[in-house]
């Protein structure tokens, strides 16, 4: 198999920031999803970070000044692609070099149109400047032992665009992912799947990925046809739903919710993301559910309002991390005094999620950002 190849025919989980964490990874990679891309990590928030190895889950935290910057685990080492923002050819490397060990390959964001990413010269600010972008790629490519690849967005002009992904498959990147988007559009404007035949042309045998408007299984086969994109990558629908890649259709909602609760807490997924990402797939502001989960402040509140609070005084409270849940840990909840509740545990060894050892089932107010805001625009 050729270094491109693992990029064809395939359905992909897009980053996203906050929510392309490992939970969201690993329910993806379990409900059918080929690769999955993790959200932005910038350059110098992962260079000095220290590798620790978490015993009881087997979860591989970077941590640096008494945070997680990145976690990863050995079940998606062959398949999780590390996304880097960065404007510095030897500052992206030096990052690439911190995981490469754990990832399996590196993916340079030039497309991201925020204004965190942007205002230190990465994301779509590349797009402006190709002999830099060009500078980190080649570099990369150089020195690193495994496949780089590139994100970007069509520019206004097509020419400029051909122009532009001609220099970048000049550096000999393993692929290419388009968002069908110019820098300046939103979500709610739809992507320009049609702008995508010319760039496949210009650029093969690349492969080259479509992002941008992609909400189900079946949206694959038709963005595929409609513009000989070499796979598909989904963001704001595997938000929504990490089901979406499972061939026999989506399950209910609700259902995947509390999957992905159950992964976060075992995982020690930072709480603050792991709420904002409920409330993206829980959205029926009406319920008492929903109120119950906005106002939740900790892991336990939201496993209590979801109706697993069985789950959370049994397991769950044993393998959070004090720096996943400050609020619990500040407030000392249930980690010292657990009521005896008597359930037998469930049997997730068939998903293949993770290791024997923990095997996986399924301050700010999230509600009062947007998607578009939190980097889910496709």
């Known amino acids: 198999m050729g270094i491109g190849d693992r990029y064809r025919n395939g359905f992909f ?21 080929d690769l999955v891309w993790t959200d932005e990590n910038i350059d110098r928030g992962i260079i000095g970070s220290e590798r620790v190895v978490e015993e009881k889950t087997g979860v591989i935290a970077f941590i640096k000044n008494g945070k997680d ?18 404007a510095d050819p030897a500052l992206a490397l030096a990052a690439a070099k911190v995981v490469e060990q754990d990832v399996s390959g590196i993916d340079l964001n030039c497309g991201c149109p925020k204004r965190f990413s942007v205002h230190g010269g990465m994301g779509a600010a590349l797009l402006q400047k190709p002999d830099q972008l060009c500078a980190i790629l080649d570099m990369l490519v150089k020195n690193i032992n495994k496949p780089v690849t590139c994100k970007i967005r069509v520019l206004d002009d097509e020419e400029q665009t051909l122009e532009l992904v001609r220099r970048i498959a000049a550096t000999g990147i ?12 939103r979500p709610r404007d739809k992507a320009m799947w049609h702008r995508l035949n010319s760039i496949v042309d210009e650029v093969a045998p690349l492969p080259v990925i479509l992002n941008g408007d992609v909400f189900s299984y079946d949206d694959v086969q038709r ?9 598909v990558m ?20 609700i259902d995947i919710a509390v999957e992905y609760l159950k992964y976060s807490v075992r995982l020690s997924n930072p709480f603050r993301f792991t709420k904002y990402t409920i409330l993206q797939m829980y959205t029926d ?12 402040r900790c892991y336990e509140q939201m496993c209590v309002a979801i109706g697993i609070a069985d789950f959370y005084y049994n397991e769950g409270c044993l393998l959070v991390n004090d720096r996943a849940d400050p609020h619990g840990a500040k407030n000392g909840l249930t980690k010292r005094k657990r009521p005896a509740i008597n359930v037998a545990p469930t049997d997730f060894s068939s998903s293949g999620a993770l290791s024997e050892d923990v095997a996986l089932e399924s301050e700010e107010s999230p509600t009062k950002r947007t998607r578009s805001e939190c980097g889910t625009a496709a």
């Open 13 to 33: 989980l897009a980053p996203m920031v906050r929510v392309g964490t490992l939970p969201l990874r690993l329910l993806s990679l379990r409900y059918g999803a």
């Open 69 to 86: 910057v990145f976690a990863t685990h050995p079940d998606e080492k062959s398949k999780v692609i590390f996304q880097l923002g960065s």
């Open 174 to 185: 393993a692929a290419l992912t388009v968002h069908c988007r110019t820098r300046d559009m």
């Open 223 to 231: 963005a595929k046809e409609c513009t000989g994109a070499t796979s």
């Open 234 to 253: 989904a963001a704001r629908g595997a938000m929504e739903n990490p089901s979406i890649f499972r061939a026999e259709g989506a399950l209910p909602v």
């Open 285 to 296: 502001r009406k319920t008492t559910l929903y109120e119950g989960l906005q106002s939740a």
